[in-house]
Nanobody, 116 residues
Framework: QVQLVESGGGSVQAGGPLRLSCAVSGRTFSLYNMGWSRQAPGKEREFVAGIPWSGSSTNYADSAKGRFTISRDNAKKTLHLQMNSPKPEDTAVYYC?????????WGQGTQVTVSS
């Protein structure tokens, strides 16, 4: 059973950087494309960023382009999201999981609150 544990969230002022991490248990992390998504209060979960198993490319939601950077370390089985220049509208719970359809259970997420 794969477990996902997100961390690194917190309260920051707009513009302050934040780095999220996701630790993935199990031996198959390096086989899968991974992604970050987020869910704001009263809204549907939405895609933020994705990275293939090789780490050779990245893709982002328009809202994240130019400000966020997704990366992975297959040896350490970790996924990261560097959030530069966060805005109040980035306030949400952030989750990691396989990109696309996944049968992995969602983790608890990590709360990010950005104040103006």
């Amino acid at each position: 059973q794969v477990q996902l544990v997100e961390s690194g969230g917190g309260s920051v002022q707009a513009g302050g950087p934040l780095r999220l991490s996701c630790a993935v248990s199990g031996r198959t992390f390096s086989l899968y494309n991974m992604g970050w998504s987020r869910q704001a209060p009263g809204k549907e979960r939405e895609f933020v960023a994705g990275i293939p198993w090789s780490g050779s490319s990245t893709n982002y939601a328009d809202s994240a382009k130019g400000r966020f950077t997704i990366s992975r370390d297959n040896a350490k089985k970790t996924l990261h999201l560097q959030m530069n220049s966060p805005k109040p509208e980035d306030t949400a719970v952030y989750y990691c999981n396989r990109e696309g359809p996944s049968n992995w259970s969602w983790g608890q997420g990590t709360q990010v609150t950005v104040s103006s």
